[in-house]
């Protein structure tokens, strides 16, 4: 075994309870020690183990490299002495994590800790701070000033609080759901963690989780950037330059893609949490509805008694009962039976008692008996839809591909001008960032640079949009423009944009060779964006 996984061994084994007292001991050493000073470090500790049985301990954990030995000769004072076994015992470093691990997971009764929020409002704050500076202008000679370093140190240092008390907030939500025998005081607690906490933290992380998401997608450009700069502001960065040590979280690429998965709107451990609540609703509904039938009118014996009393009626008594009990779920249930003298396939009526679990009395199947129909046969149709979806995912990979190998002004075909526009409509509602605003809708990204004099045009064969004093640019999202694209603007001279939202017009057009200078006239649709 290549790994450390036998150091885990000593938990497992029948004797754990010694060789855990043991590893405290030599945990919390700052020195070697004997076998004698471990067995009186144990006796203080209220735990007697006589010295030989320590030795054997020490040389089992020995063998699974939970501790280190080494050969004490400073006490020797014969040639004898040198010969015999004179060893001083240390915990190995895998044997010290696995002793951490069990002693801060494993002992005692985990505890759920409080959902930092404030966490992830520092961490949606200097991401959206760092992607601002970034995407305003390149730093220079490729290097972050000392507020862009504090914040990648904020980021993952903010991280690493919110993912362990989130993760400890699951556990102990899915701990209460997958139970369904639970009593009044538990059913309320799980009532209330769905209801008032879980539920409201649920909405602070989606919220913050889509900022983030946004941020990080201006970001993944400079993830390496971001973590040079994390590793020249370490202190031991000729150490971790030569490979004696790794750096701290933010100081590879991985890790800044790591983030960027945590806080994905769709597979991000906010989805997942805010899943695992929906999947919990049931469960809380099963408990509360057993509770009610165990406290209240639906318990067993209160319709027995009041089947009882319904059928002492002489006229329709037999009635009743054959309606109450003709169709009944119980009375086609069947069980094996503790008795071994009873036969193969006993009845209902001759055969022994069997208890019916509760949940299933509870949320027992109802409704028509007997084997349903044979589901309809729609795999034509799912090859239908699936090639429909391809060939449009097709054709707009190929609109998306016009409109970045375009130059700004040129004449587009239909679907591509389509595309453009949503790109188009998303920066126009985008906030400014100094001389410009960027939008990204399905893959294609648009930058709107102000100029404040003349109009940008986006033209297509029946129409065109006219974008007084802003010229748009086209690209992928989280990367520049194209040369070609740039050269066709190269010497505009560009302005801060203050405006709130740009205005646009949408106007009839006849094709290319109308003037593509024309201003909108009377029967212009004017769209603003806020």
Known sequence: MGDARQVVGYLVRPESADYIAIMEVLEGSVTDL????????????????????????????????????????????????????????????????????YRQVLAGTPTVREIPIVSLSRIVTHLEQLAESLGAREPAAGHLDAAGVDAVSAVFTSHDDLDAALVGAEDALMTLADRFDLDEERTNDLKGLLVDYATRVAAELDSGSARAAAALTVLRSW??????AAVGASQARDLIAAGALSASRGGRVEDWEGLSAWFDVRSGRAARFSLRLVRTLPSMHANLRRLHSSAGTAFTRTRALALARAVLTPQIGVQIFQAAVGDHPWRKLYGQADEDDA????????????PV???????????????GTTPRDDTAVKAQVAKARSRRQAEHAVAVAAVLASVPGQHLEAAAARVALAALMAAARAAATGP????????????????GNGFGTLNAPTWRV????????????????????????????TRDDISAHALLHLTPHAGPGALDDEAPGPATLQEGAA
Not at 43 to 66: I, Q, Y
Not at 357 to 371: D, E, N, Q, V
Request: aromatic share 4%; glycine share 12%.
């Open 436 to 451: 410009s605003r960027t939008g990204t809708s399905g893959g294609l990204a648009c930058t709107l640079i102000h100029t």
């Open 34 to 101: 004997t076998v004698t000073e471990v067995a009186a470090a144990l006796s203080v500790a209220g735990l007697g183990m006589e010295a030989r049985l320590v030795e054997t301990r020490l040389d089992a954990l020995k063998d699974m490299g939970a501790v280190s030995v080494r050969s004490d000769t400073s006490r020797a004072r014969r040639y004898a002495e040198i010969l015999a076994r004179n060893w001083r015992y240390t915990a190995s470093p895998a044997g010290r994590h696995v002793q951490r691990f």
């Open 343 to 354: 036969s193969r396939n006993p009845s209902w009526r001759g055969g022994p008692q069997v």
């Open 223 to 228: 993830f390496g950037l971001l973590a040079q």
């Open 357 to 371: 679990a509760t949940l299933l009395r509870t949320t027992g199947r109802s409704g028509p008996r007997g084997r």
């Open 466 to 493: 006219l974008l007084p004093g802003r010229i748009p640019l086209f690209h992928q999202p989280g990367r520049r423009p194209s040369a070609m694209a740039l050269a066709a603007v190269a010497g505009t001279t």
